[in-house]
């Protein structure tokens, strides 16, 4: 299960492995956005269920769940005790985040955009909260974890490359939640750039 799955991106990297998907997804418009991607893909075997993470209701329980760069929009209280109920004894949470660098050339075109356009680059959800961190994710929410019964078995940081075409770029962009609370006109004009 993929909490927060946003347009499908990590939820059709699972499913190329042989994973067994349920996209979790507030969205409608994201939802019909990872079921495209994914009918252009070739992956069409994920089920996404339009709900937020704080109420899902599903019958079963999952060895796994995971959540990648949402974990900050959540009540996270909510969302772990919605997780205790779906989660396999012995199952595994991973909340995984992830970040660029702004050392490439196309990201360094990026930004100046942004600036151009006079958007602000700044943490969004609960990580404006916290200056404190561990691995890049805020020290509390470790505490968090702890005190609902989830325990640390591991955490790392891990660089790697990626390579992406101008629309993959973009789609990456349009997931970013620091562009999600800008202005409908100026997130038009700057994907217009």
Request: glycine share 6%; aromatic share 10%.
């Amino acid at each position: 299960m993929d909490l927060g799955a946003g347009s499908g991106i990590f939820s059709r990297d699972l499913n190329k492995i042989g994973a067994h998907v349920i996209g979790i997804e507030p969205s409608k418009e994201l939802i019909q956005e990872a079921m495209l991607m994914g009918k252009l893909a070739g992956v069409d075997a994920i089920q996404y269920v339009e709900a937020h993470a704080e109420d899902f209701k599903l019958q079963c329980t999952y060895p796994i769940i995971t959540v990648v760069r949402a974990w900050h929009w959540f009540d996270r209280i909510k969302v772990i005790e919605n997780i205790k109920a779906h989660l396999e004894p012995n199952g595994h949470l991973l909340v995984i985040n992830s970040i660029f660098k702004p050392d490439s050339k196309i990201a360094r075109l990026t930004f100046e955009v942004l600036m151009d356009n006079n958007i602000e680059l700044k943490p969004s959800g609960s990580n404006v909260d916290t200056k404190d961190r561990r691995n890049g994710f805020p020290v509390n929410w470790f505490d968090e974890w702890k005190n609902n019964s989830f325990l640390v078995v591991d955490e790392w940081q891990h660089e790697y490359e990626l390579k992406f075409t101008h629309e993959q770029w973009c789609g990456k962009l349009r997931s970013i939640s620091w562009l999600a609370n800008i202005e409908e006109e100026t997130r038009i004009t700057f994907f217009l750039h």
